[in-house]
């Protein structure tokens, strides 16, 4: 059974920095991606940024490009989004998302194990 456990949402003010991270475990992968979507009441699923675990690569949304970083830990099967220079249209529920198979980066429907989500909300 495959996990995918979301944990460092909070509260911060618009310029401020907080890190996310996605811990996925249950099985051994031989091929892995882990990404991060975000939902904001009344929109829709957005890409926010994803990373292939087998080299490291990474994809950023448009609209997070310069502000988020996203880093892993390969023995604790780990990502990290640090998330900078927040502001507030960056409040949502952040969610991470894993797949074992090759895919597309960014649909939300190419992931097959998701989180329960982490609130987010930046103030302005």
């Known amino acids: 059974q495959v996990q995918v456990v979301e944990s460092g949402g909070g509260l911060v003010q618009a310029g401020g920095s907080l890190i996310l991270s996605c811990v996925v475990s249950?099985?051994?992968?031989?091929?892995?991606?882990i990404a991060w979507f975000r939902q904001a009441p009344g929109k829709e699923r957005e890409f926010v940024a994803a990373?292939?675990?087998?080299?490291?690569?990474?994809m950023y949304g448009d609209s997070v490009l310069g502000r988020f970083t996203a880093s892993r830990n390969n023995a604790q099967s780990t990502m990290w989004l640090q998330m900078s220079r927040l502001k507030p249209e960056d409040t949502a529920v952040y969610s991470c998302?894993?797949?074992?198979?090759?895919?597309?980066?960014?649909?939300?429907?190419?992931?097959?194990?998701w989180g329960r989500g982490t609130q987010v909300t930046v103030s302005s």
């Open positions: 998302a894993a797949r074992a198979r090759i895919g597309g980066w960014t649909p939300s429907q190419e992931y097959d194990y």
């Open positions: 249950g099985r051994t992968f031989s091929t892995l991606y």
């Open positions: 990373m292939s675990w087998t080299d490291g690569r990474t």
